[in-house]
């Protein structure tokens, strides 16, 4: 099955030039999220949180720290697996139940969250499919990865950091 890829522009996700969008993913998590909250406070920095339900579940009140902050939530699935973004009914109910952890940790009425961010970043059929039905966006790419060890695939994070200078 081949994975796709979902392209986007500045414009159409209103990110203004010398601007960048940082991500942080699979959180909360604990003393990091705490150290990174800080840090984004002094430095007057919103970022983007992608949030794993079961981690949700179980620090909720960082979510909401999180959200009180003004950062964005993102849903990142409940249990953060790989093997859920082939099969389109698992990865729905993985997704729904990541958006209901976070709305029970805001105290929210349950409603699907306007972002998500699949495992790894993969897009497969089944993915695209809820991207389509659910009319939502998936944030699929991120430039700064420990990772990655490849100069080739370092150089979008160069470019990224010499633009937002």
Do not use: Y
Not at 18 to 45: I, N, R, S
Not at 53 to 72: D, F, K, Y
Request: charged share 25%; with cysteine; glycine share 6%.
């Amino acid at each position: 099955m081949p994975i796709h890829t979902i392209v986007i522009s500045r414009t159409r996700c209103c990110l203004a030039p010398g601007q960048c969008v940082l991500t942080f993913d699979d959180g909360p998590a604990g003393k990091v999220t705490e150290d990174l909250l800080a840090v984004l406070h002094q430095f007057g920095v919103k970022a983007c949180f992608c949030l794993v339900g079961s981690q949700v579940a179980m620090r909720p009140e960082q979510t909401r720290a999180i959200s009180t902050a003004g950062h964005l939530l993102v849903n990142h699935t409940f249990r953060h697996r790989f093997a859920d973004l082939w099969n389109l009914e698992r990865f729905r109910l993985d997704l729904a139940r990541c958006d209901e952890a976070i709305c029970d940790a805001l105290g929210e009425t349950r409603h699907p969250l306007r972002w998500f961010r699949p495992p790894f970043g993969l897009v497969t059929a089944a993915v695209g499919e809820i991207a389509k039905t659910r009319r939502i966006l998936p944030v699929t790419h991120f430039m700064i990865d420990p990772w990655i060890k490849f100069d080739r695939t370092r150089r979008p994070a160069k470019w990224i950091i010499e633009d937002a200078k």
